[in-house]
Protein backbone atom coordinates (compact mmCIF):
# COMPACT_ATOMS: atom_id res chain seq x y z
CA UNK A 1 0.00 0.00 0.00
CA UNK A 2 2.66 2.05 0.46
CA UNK A 3 4.52 1.42 -2.46
CA UNK A 4 1.24 2.40 -4.07
CA UNK A 5 1.00 6.27 -2.22
CA UNK A 6 4.65 6.76 -3.42
CA UNK A 7 3.42 6.21 -6.90
CA UNK A 8 0.46 8.28 -6.90
CA UNK A 9 2.06 10.80 -5.48
CA UNK A 10 4.58 11.04 -8.15
CA UNK A 11 2.26 11.12 -10.87
CA UNK A 12 0.40 13.65 -8.64
CA UNK A 13 3.62 15.88 -8.86
CA UNK A 14 4.57 15.08 -12.64
CA UNK A 15 0.61 15.61 -13.61
CA UNK A 16 -0.94 17.91 -11.24
CA UNK A 17 0.54 21.46 -12.97
CA UNK A 18 0.42 20.04 -17.09
CA UNK A 19 -3.00 19.63 -18.30
CA UNK A 20 -1.93 18.62 -21.97
CA UNK A 21 -1.16 15.00 -20.51
CA UNK A 22 -4.01 13.12 -20.70
CA UNK A 23 -5.10 10.25 -18.14
CA UNK A 24 -6.94 7.15 -19.19
CA UNK A 25 -10.39 8.03 -18.79
CA UNK A 26 -12.79 5.34 -19.91
CA UNK A 27 -9.89 2.60 -18.05
CA UNK A 28 -10.63 5.04 -14.47
CA UNK A 29 -14.11 4.91 -15.19
CA UNK A 30 -14.48 0.62 -15.16
CA UNK A 31 -11.96 0.28 -12.32
CA UNK A 32 -13.98 2.52 -10.54
CA UNK A 33 -17.90 0.97 -11.22
CA UNK A 34 -15.92 -2.44 -10.78
CA UNK A 35 -18.29 -4.37 -8.23
CA UNK A 36 -15.08 -6.01 -6.37
CA UNK A 37 -13.27 -2.32 -6.12
CA UNK A 38 -13.17 -1.70 -2.26
CA UNK A 39 -13.81 2.09 -0.92
CA UNK A 40 -10.65 3.88 -0.84
CA UNK A 41 -10.00 2.74 -4.69
CA UNK A 42 -13.39 4.28 -5.40
CA UNK A 43 -12.24 6.93 -3.41
CA UNK A 44 -8.57 7.64 -5.42
CA UNK A 45 -10.14 6.74 -8.81
CA UNK A 46 -13.08 9.63 -8.23
CA UNK A 47 -10.43 11.74 -8.09
CA UNK A 48 -8.21 10.95 -11.36
CA UNK A 49 -11.73 11.04 -12.88
CA UNK A 50 -12.41 14.33 -12.28
CA UNK A 51 -8.92 15.14 -13.43
CA UNK A 52 -9.01 13.07 -16.49
CA UNK A 53 -12.35 14.33 -17.63
CA UNK A 54 -10.72 17.81 -17.46
CA UNK A 55 -8.32 16.83 -20.46
CA UNK A 56 -9.89 15.07 -22.65
CA UNK A 57 -11.51 16.26 -25.54
CA UNK A 58 -14.66 17.44 -26.25
CA UNK A 59 -16.28 14.35 -28.06
CA UNK A 60 -14.82 12.01 -25.34
CA UNK A 61 -16.67 14.17 -23.19
CA UNK A 62 -19.54 14.01 -24.93
CA UNK A 63 -19.89 9.94 -25.19
CA UNK A 64 -18.46 9.67 -21.50
CA UNK A 65 -21.30 11.80 -19.60
CA UNK A 66 -24.36 9.65 -20.10
CA UNK A 67 -21.95 6.92 -18.70
CA UNK A 68 -20.78 8.47 -15.46
CA UNK A 69 -24.33 9.42 -15.40
CA UNK A 70 -25.47 6.13 -15.48
CA UNK A 71 -27.36 4.70 -11.85
CA UNK A 72 -25.61 7.98 -10.08
CA UNK A 73 -28.13 7.73 -6.93
CA UNK A 74 -26.68 4.52 -6.21
CA UNK A 75 -22.92 6.25 -5.55
CA UNK A 76 -21.87 7.88 -2.43
CA UNK A 77 -23.11 11.59 -1.81
CA UNK A 78 -19.58 13.01 -2.53
CA UNK A 79 -19.01 11.52 -5.61
CA UNK A 80 -22.74 12.20 -6.94
CA UNK A 81 -21.66 15.99 -6.38
CA UNK A 82 -18.66 15.36 -8.26
CA UNK A 83 -19.60 13.32 -11.36
CA UNK A 84 -22.76 15.98 -11.50
CA UNK A 85 -20.02 18.84 -11.53
CA UNK A 86 -18.07 17.28 -14.17
CA UNK A 87 -20.37 16.13 -16.31
CA UNK A 88 -22.66 19.49 -16.25
CA UNK A 89 -19.70 22.15 -16.66
CA UNK A 90 -20.48 23.93 -20.20
CA UNK A 91 -16.92 23.59 -22.36
CA UNK A 92 -14.67 26.81 -22.17
CA UNK A 93 -15.39 29.39 -24.86
CA UNK A 94 -12.39 30.67 -25.17
CA UNK A 95 -10.73 34.10 -24.49
CA UNK A 96 -10.08 33.20 -20.98
CA UNK A 97 -6.73 34.46 -18.82
CA UNK A 98 -5.14 33.42 -16.17
CA UNK A 99 -6.29 35.46 -12.57
CA UNK A 100 -4.07 39.26 -12.10
CA UNK A 101 -3.97 39.48 -16.15
CA UNK A 102 -5.81 40.85 -19.01
CA UNK A 103 -6.69 38.99 -22.55
CA UNK A 104 -4.04 41.86 -23.43
CA UNK A 105 -1.81 40.88 -21.16
CA UNK A 106 -1.81 37.06 -21.20
CA UNK A 107 -1.61 37.30 -24.93
CA UNK A 108 1.56 39.55 -24.82
CA UNK A 109 3.28 36.44 -23.20
CA UNK A 110 1.48 33.52 -24.99
CA UNK A 111 1.10 34.53 -28.56
CA UNK A 112 -1.58 33.66 -30.18
CA UNK A 113 -1.46 29.75 -29.49
CA UNK A 114 -1.51 28.29 -25.74
CA UNK A 115 1.81 27.44 -24.63
CA UNK A 116 3.01 24.03 -22.78
CA UNK A 117 3.27 23.94 -19.57
CA UNK A 118 7.25 23.25 -19.86
CA UNK A 119 7.54 26.01 -22.33
CA UNK A 120 5.50 28.90 -20.06
CA UNK A 121 7.60 27.61 -17.62
CA UNK A 122 10.86 28.35 -19.03
CA UNK A 123 9.59 31.66 -20.39
CA UNK A 124 8.02 33.05 -16.39
CA UNK A 125 11.64 32.08 -15.34
CA UNK A 126 13.36 34.08 -18.10
CA UNK A 127 10.94 36.97 -17.34
CA UNK A 128 12.18 36.81 -13.55
CA UNK A 129 15.84 36.44 -14.69
CA UNK A 130 16.07 39.67 -16.91
CA UNK A 131 13.91 41.53 -14.28
CA UNK A 132 16.20 40.79 -11.69
CA UNK A 133 19.29 41.47 -13.79
CA UNK A 134 17.52 45.29 -14.42
CA UNK A 135 18.20 45.86 -11.13
CA UNK A 136 15.08 48.15 -10.90
CA UNK A 137 13.60 49.92 -7.73
CA UNK A 138 12.12 47.42 -5.52
CA UNK A 139 8.88 49.26 -5.53
CA UNK A 140 8.62 48.66 -9.30
CA UNK A 141 9.04 44.67 -9.00
CA UNK A 142 7.64 43.89 -5.53
CA UNK A 143 4.20 43.01 -7.62
CA UNK A 144 5.98 41.15 -9.74
CA UNK A 145 7.81 38.75 -7.45
CA UNK A 146 4.78 38.83 -5.15
CA UNK A 147 2.69 37.54 -8.18
CA UNK A 148 5.84 34.58 -9.21
CA UNK A 149 5.70 33.58 -5.55
CA UNK A 150 1.70 32.43 -5.63
CA UNK A 151 2.46 30.82 -8.87
CA UNK A 152 0.93 27.58 -9.99
CA UNK A 153 4.10 26.16 -10.67
CA UNK A 154 6.94 25.22 -8.20
CA UNK A 155 10.06 26.49 -9.58
CA UNK A 156 8.19 29.67 -10.23
CA UNK A 157 7.10 30.44 -6.26
CA UNK A 158 10.80 29.37 -5.13
CA UNK A 159 12.37 32.08 -8.10
CA UNK A 160 9.12 34.49 -7.04
CA UNK A 161 9.88 34.22 -2.74
CA UNK A 162 13.99 34.02 -3.80
CA UNK A 163 13.61 37.76 -5.27
CA UNK A 164 11.32 39.30 -2.75
CA UNK A 165 13.80 38.20 -0.10
CA UNK A 166 16.72 39.17 -2.03
CA UNK A 167 16.05 42.44 -3.86
CA UNK A 168 12.57 43.65 -2.64
CA UNK A 169 12.38 43.24 1.10
CA UNK A 170 13.05 46.93 1.11
CA UNK A 171 9.94 48.00 -0.68
CA UNK A 172 8.13 51.06 0.91
CA UNK A 173 4.41 49.72 1.52
CA UNK A 174 3.43 53.55 2.24
CA UNK A 175 4.04 54.14 -1.41
CA UNK A 176 1.25 55.27 -3.05
CA UNK A 177 1.78 53.72 -7.01
CA UNK A 178 3.15 50.53 -5.15
CA UNK A 179 -0.18 49.99 -3.19
CA UNK A 180 -2.54 50.78 -6.81
CA UNK A 181 -0.73 48.22 -8.25
CA UNK A 182 -1.08 45.80 -5.72
CA UNK A 183 -5.12 46.71 -5.31
CA UNK A 184 -5.43 46.12 -8.95
CA UNK A 185 -4.22 42.82 -8.64
CA UNK A 186 -6.65 42.32 -6.10
CA UNK A 187 -9.47 43.59 -7.30
CA UNK A 188 -9.08 43.26 -11.06
CA UNK A 189 -10.57 45.79 -13.32
CA UNK A 190 -13.63 43.36 -14.60
CA UNK A 191 -16.32 45.79 -13.53
CA UNK A 192 -14.95 48.81 -14.79
CA UNK A 193 -17.42 50.16 -17.63
CA UNK A 194 -14.63 52.46 -19.05
CA UNK A 195 -11.80 49.62 -19.82
CA UNK A 196 -11.90 47.88 -22.77
CA UNK A 197 -13.34 44.20 -22.48
CA UNK A 198 -9.52 42.94 -23.72
CA UNK A 199 -7.86 44.94 -21.17
CA UNK A 200 -9.81 43.76 -17.84
CA UNK A 201 -7.92 42.77 -15.41
CA UNK A 202 -9.38 39.65 -13.76
CA UNK A 203 -8.92 39.30 -9.60
CA UNK A 204 -6.06 37.73 -8.32
CA UNK A 205 -5.99 33.79 -7.38
CA UNK A 206 -7.03 33.00 -3.73
CA UNK A 207 -3.10 32.27 -2.89
CA UNK A 208 -1.90 36.05 -4.19
CA UNK A 209 -5.15 37.55 -2.51
CA UNK A 210 -4.07 36.34 0.98
CA UNK A 211 -0.19 37.41 0.52
CA UNK A 212 -1.76 40.83 -0.47
CA UNK A 213 -3.91 40.64 2.43
CA UNK A 214 -0.87 40.84 4.45
CA UNK A 215 0.83 43.23 2.97
CA UNK A 216 -2.52 45.86 3.25
CA UNK A 217 -2.58 45.18 6.80
CA UNK A 218 0.79 46.64 7.31
CA UNK A 219 0.07 49.77 4.72
CA UNK A 220 -1.46 52.92 6.29
CA UNK A 221 -1.71 54.04 2.57
CA UNK A 222 -3.89 50.88 1.93
CA UNK A 223 -5.98 52.08 4.95
CA UNK A 224 -6.66 55.22 3.06
CA UNK A 225 -7.28 53.75 -0.96
CA UNK A 226 -10.78 54.31 -0.94
CA UNK A 227 -12.84 53.07 -2.95
CA UNK A 228 -10.11 49.86 -3.62
CA UNK A 229 -10.37 49.14 0.33
CA UNK A 230 -14.08 49.18 0.48
CA UNK A 231 -13.84 46.41 -2.30
CA UNK A 232 -11.19 45.09 -1.24
CA UNK A 233 -12.59 44.01 1.80
CA UNK A 234 -16.17 43.02 0.02
CA UNK A 235 -14.31 40.45 -1.92
CA UNK A 236 -12.89 39.06 0.96
CA UNK A 237 -15.98 38.63 2.42
CA UNK A 238 -18.70 38.06 -0.37
CA UNK A 239 -16.53 37.53 -3.85
CA UNK A 240 -16.64 34.87 -6.06
CA UNK A 241 -14.97 32.24 -4.60
CA UNK A 242 -14.04 33.68 -1.32
CA UNK A 243 -13.07 31.28 1.44
CA UNK A 244 -13.06 31.43 5.52
CA UNK A 245 -9.88 31.90 5.82
CA UNK A 246 -10.23 35.08 3.25
CA UNK A 247 -13.53 36.12 5.35
CA UNK A 248 -10.99 36.47 8.07
CA UNK A 249 -8.12 38.47 6.64
CA UNK A 250 -10.52 40.90 5.17
CA UNK A 251 -11.80 41.06 8.97
CA UNK A 252 -8.57 41.47 9.80
CA UNK A 253 -7.99 44.49 7.21
CA UNK A 254 -10.95 46.03 8.33
CA UNK A 255 -9.89 46.59 11.98
CA UNK A 256 -6.80 48.38 10.76
CA UNK A 257 -8.68 50.26 8.14
CA UNK A 258 -10.70 51.23 11.49
CA UNK A 259 -8.00 52.54 13.23
CA UNK A 260 -5.93 53.99 10.78
CA UNK A 261 -8.35 55.82 8.04
CA UNK A 262 -8.19 58.94 7.73
CA UNK A 263 -11.32 60.36 8.82
CA UNK A 264 -12.92 61.75 5.15
CA UNK A 265 -12.72 58.70 3.57
CA UNK A 266 -13.95 56.77 7.24
CA UNK A 267 -17.28 58.47 6.53
CA UNK A 268 -18.06 57.45 2.96
CA UNK A 269 -16.72 53.70 3.65
CA UNK A 270 -17.48 53.05 7.50
CA UNK A 271 -21.38 52.79 7.12
CA UNK A 272 -21.31 50.46 4.07
CA UNK A 273 -18.89 48.13 5.45
CA UNK A 274 -20.76 48.03 8.86
CA UNK A 275 -23.20 46.56 7.09
CA UNK A 276 -21.36 43.88 5.76
CA UNK A 277 -20.30 42.96 9.40
CA UNK A 278 -23.42 42.53 10.51
CA UNK A 279 -24.36 40.76 7.58
CA UNK A 280 -20.96 38.52 8.09
CA UNK A 281 -22.14 37.80 11.45
CA UNK A 282 -25.65 36.90 11.11
CA UNK A 283 -24.31 34.10 9.11
CA UNK A 284 -22.47 32.24 11.62
CA UNK A 285 -24.35 30.01 13.94
CA UNK A 286 -23.42 30.18 17.38
CA UNK A 287 -22.28 26.84 17.62
CA UNK A 288 -19.21 27.48 15.30
CA UNK A 289 -16.24 26.45 17.49
CA UNK A 290 -12.84 26.24 14.93
CA UNK A 291 -10.36 28.86 14.79
CA UNK A 292 -10.75 30.49 11.52
CA UNK A 293 -14.59 31.26 12.39
CA UNK A 294 -13.80 32.66 16.21
CA UNK A 295 -10.79 35.24 15.14
CA UNK A 296 -13.21 35.82 12.46
CA UNK A 297 -15.77 36.84 14.97
CA UNK A 298 -13.25 38.58 17.03
CA UNK A 299 -11.82 40.65 14.20
CA UNK A 300 -15.38 41.52 13.40
CA UNK A 301 -16.44 42.68 16.91
CA UNK A 302 -13.54 44.64 17.44
CA UNK A 303 -14.22 46.53 14.25
CA UNK A 304 -17.59 47.28 15.22
CA UNK A 305 -16.17 48.89 18.51
CA UNK A 306 -13.06 50.67 16.65
CA UNK A 307 -15.79 52.27 14.61
CA UNK A 308 -17.97 53.75 17.35
CA UNK A 309 -15.13 55.38 18.70
CA UNK A 310 -14.16 56.82 15.44
CA UNK A 311 -17.88 57.49 13.98
CA UNK A 312 -19.94 57.58 17.22
CA UNK A 313 -22.72 59.83 14.75
CA UNK A 314 -23.05 56.46 12.93
CA UNK A 315 -24.73 55.08 15.83
CA UNK A 316 -26.15 57.52 17.70
CA UNK A 317 -29.96 56.39 16.50
CA UNK A 318 -28.54 52.74 16.18
CA UNK A 319 -30.00 50.83 19.43
CA UNK A 320 -30.15 47.63 17.83
CA UNK A 321 -26.48 47.80 17.91
CA UNK A 322 -26.59 47.62 21.68
CA UNK A 323 -29.09 44.96 22.01
CA UNK A 324 -27.22 43.23 19.39
CA UNK A 325 -23.82 43.03 21.44
CA UNK A 326 -25.62 42.14 24.74
CA UNK A 327 -27.46 39.22 23.01
CA UNK A 328 -23.89 38.37 22.02
CA UNK A 329 -22.75 38.47 25.15
CA UNK A 330 -25.17 35.91 26.35
CA UNK A 331 -24.36 33.85 23.53
CA UNK A 332 -21.06 33.72 22.41
CA UNK A 333 -18.48 31.34 23.70
CA UNK A 334 -16.77 32.69 26.64
CA UNK A 335 -12.84 33.27 24.33
CA UNK A 336 -15.11 36.33 22.96
CA UNK A 337 -16.70 37.91 25.81
CA UNK A 338 -13.90 39.90 26.36
CA UNK A 339 -13.80 41.22 22.88
CA UNK A 340 -17.57 41.80 22.66
CA UNK A 341 -17.48 43.91 26.28
CA UNK A 342 -15.29 46.34 24.63
CA UNK A 343 -16.77 46.85 22.15
CA UNK A 344 -20.01 47.48 24.08
CA UNK A 345 -18.38 49.53 26.75
CA UNK A 346 -17.07 51.76 22.55
CA UNK A 347 -20.74 52.40 22.39
CA UNK A 348 -21.40 54.82 25.61
CA UNK A 349 -19.76 57.59 23.38
CA UNK A 350 -22.53 56.98 20.99
CA UNK A 351 -25.30 56.42 23.38
CA UNK A 352 -25.61 59.47 25.69
CA UNK A 353 -29.65 59.71 25.59
CA UNK A 354 -32.37 58.46 26.99
CA UNK A 355 -33.00 55.13 25.44
CA UNK A 356 -29.80 53.74 25.57
CA UNK A 357 -29.20 54.75 29.01
CA UNK A 358 -32.72 52.81 30.09
CA UNK A 359 -30.63 49.58 28.37
CA UNK A 360 -27.83 50.02 29.95
CA UNK A 361 -29.65 50.45 33.48
CA UNK A 362 -30.90 46.94 32.78
CA UNK A 363 -27.92 45.09 31.92
CA UNK A 364 -26.66 46.17 35.18
CA UNK A 365 -29.83 45.03 37.08
CA UNK A 366 -29.45 41.67 34.81
CA UNK A 367 -28.79 38.41 36.98
CA UNK A 368 -25.87 37.55 34.90
CA UNK A 369 -22.32 38.66 35.77
CA UNK A 370 -20.90 38.78 33.19
CA UNK A 371 -23.69 41.07 31.28
CA UNK A 372 -23.94 43.39 34.49
Same mark, same amino acid.
Given at each position: ?49 ? +? ?11 ? +? ?10 ? %? ?21 ? %? ?54 ? %? ?19 ? %? ?40 ? !? ?26 ? +? ?73 ? +? ?45 ? !?????
Amino acid at each position: MVEVLEILSHVNKRVKHQSEIGLPLLELWKLYTDSNATPMVKNFCIVYIE +MAFERTDIKEKEN +MAPMLLSNICKL %PHQHQEIILRIATKQPSQGGGCP %PGLSIAQSDRVTGKHPLKSDVLLMRKLGILNVIEAMELDPEVVYPIYLAASADCQE %PVIKKGEELLKKKASTANFDD %PKLMKKLFLLFNGTTGAENVAPESRVTPGSIALKAKLMSIFC !RSITAANSFPATLQCIFGCIYGSGTTSR +MRQLGMEFTVWVFKHAQINQLKLMGPVILNGILKLLDSFSNSESDVIARDTKTFSFQAIGLLAQRLPNLFRDKID +MAVRLFDALKVEAQSLRFIIQEATSSLAVAYKHCPSRFICMLAAADS !RLDIR
